[in-house]
């Protein structure tokens, strides 16, 4: 079910591809990176130099995005903050690409919707006029731009920088020879860096990554987090305790950009997992995928459950899969080391 495409550049730009007709593809991918990579700097030239003008919203805004491409965790850091403002009672709007979706409502929106219920998204190419939107129309007193570090045509006040514990810098080139949007030089742009799944990594090796970002950008916090799975939901928006996974046999599907992450949280939670589908990120699902996913879960035990990830499940909209119960889990960014930095750079955008 996998997008075989995606598997096979994978396999080559991490190394695990070998032979002599991998390394040549490789190579090329390795050279095509060049101009990629020139071509961004000078558009960040363009911009640190003001030959390329930002605008400059009426409201603060607080940026959250990575410079790898597939999944850092973007969504529940978004949610997090999204909280942190609702709980001092600002009003809070949400600005993003809305890649993934041609009706303009791709997963992330569909999720944070669910769980945001008083938080508007604003999807659209044309973020700077979304902000306007978001001020005039919905008298939001803060924006989230979501997936924004890279978007340099809106000013913001804060610019977070996830770097994903597991794969921090995208196999170390700028795509297509790695995964890498930008240098990692462009990390110096960044107010704050938030390492996520630091629970999914050697301590060791997240220790290591801290301080080299450290080296790159001294007097920038540095911040790690898990992401922490802390209720099943379904279609009916019924919710479940996590413990109703124990023991449990279960199969289980996602299409996100690291489902390796998925794979290991279901570890953690102790059940048995029989059968584990990937599709590419964003995987808009057909009736025939739905079709082959009920034949699937038809393999499984008749007290078996199917368990998938939000991101999915609000675009299946099912609450059972070939008479299987239908679960996602739910996760949350819960800070493990340096919430007060985090919580401090959050705060001082409005003060």
């Not at 409201?59 to 965790?73: C, E, R």
């Not at 301080?211 to 911040?223: A, F, M, T, Y």
């Not at 964003?282 to 035990?301: F, G, I, K, S």
């Amino acid at each position: 079910m996998a997008s075989t495409w995606e598997q096979e550049y994978l396999a080559i730009v991490s190394g695990r591809r070998r032979g002599v007709g991998a390394a040549l593809v490789r190579i090329g991918l390795r050279v095509t990176s060049w101009p990629y990579a020139a071509v961004v700097a000078a558009r960040n030239w363009l911009y640190d130099c003001g030959w390329k003008r930002a605008h400059r919203a009426p409201v603060p805004v607080i940026s959250v995005g990575n410079l790898t491409l597939g999944g850092t965790g973007k969504t529940p850091a978004v949610e997090y903050i999204a909280r942190h403002f609702r709980r001092q009672d600002r009003r809070v709007a949400i600005l993003s690409r809305g890649y993934g979706s041609e009706s303009g409502r791709n997963d992330e929106a569909l999720v944070l919707e669910d769980n945001l219920p008083d938080v508007p998204h604003l999807q659209g190419p044309d973020r700077a006029a979304l902000a306007e939107t978001a001020v005039e129309e919905l008298e939001s007193e803060l924006l989230i731009l979501d997936d924004g570090f890279q978007h340099r045509r809106l000013k913001r006040d804060l610019d977070i920088v996830l770097i994903d514990a597991t794969n921090p810098w995208g196999y170390g080139r700028v795509f297509p020879g790695g995964l890498l949007r930008e240098p990692r030089r462009g990390l110096r742009r960044a107010d704050l860096v938030l390492l996520t799944r630091c629970d999914q990594a050697p301590p060791a090796a997240v220790d290591a990554l801290a301080e080299e970002v450290h080296r790159l950008i001294p007097s920038v916090p540095v911040v790690r987090s898990r992401h922490a799975p802390n209720r099943l939901v379904n279609s009916g928006r019924h919710e479940s305790p996590l413990a109703d996974l124990a023991g449990k046999t279960v199969a289980a599907f996602c299409g996100i950009g690291n489902p390796d992450a998925f794979q290991k949280t279901l570890a953690e939670l102790a059940c048995r997992v029989a059968a584990f589908e990937v599709f590419p990120d964003h995987h808009r699902y057909t009736r025939e995928d739905v079709d082959r996913l009920r034949e699937w879960a038809r393999q499984l035990p008749e007290d078996g459950l199917v368990v998938t990830t939000q991101k999915d499940l609000v675009k299946i909209q099912l609450e059972n899969l070939g008479g299987r119960p239908l679960w996602a889990v739910a996760i949350a960014l819960l800070p493990t080391a340096g919430q007060e930095a985090l919580d401090a750079k959050l705060n001082g955008v409005l003060a």
